[in-house]
């Protein structure tokens, strides 16, 4: 079983997705299209650690080192989206205090 690496799971592979699915479209890459894939990202991963804790308490087929596994990928991807969110937060805040 092959790890793989969480965080830039969050964002190189969904610049990979977007680049490929927008290309074959005919579509730019726009900061909204990539930031949409981002969050849909952390959305799929939260409610994946969910539905196998719900399986868990309701004894469904699904192992504990599963749960704990998928549970932690969400939390590390939450974390890691809200730190992207802070940094960006960060800069605009940094840009509004620039004198023109």
Known sequence: M???NITSNLISGNLQNTTSSNSS???SNTFSNIL???IDTVNQQQNTSD?????LA???DVDLYQVLI??????????TALEIRNKAVEGYQEMMR???
């Not at 539905?51 to 399986?55: D, E, R, S, V």
């Not at 998928?70 to 974390?79: D, E, P, R, V």
Request: aromatic residues 0%; charged residues 15%.
């Open 98 to 100: 620039m004198q023109v």
């Open 36 to 38: 949409k894939k981002s």
């Open 2 to 4: 092959a790890i793989q």
């Open 70 to 79: 998928a549970t932690q990928k969400a939390n590390i991807t939450m974390q």
């Open 58 to 60: 309701t004894g469904g």
């Open 51 to 55: 539905q196998m804790i719900n399986k």
């Open 25 to 27: 479209k005919g579509t």
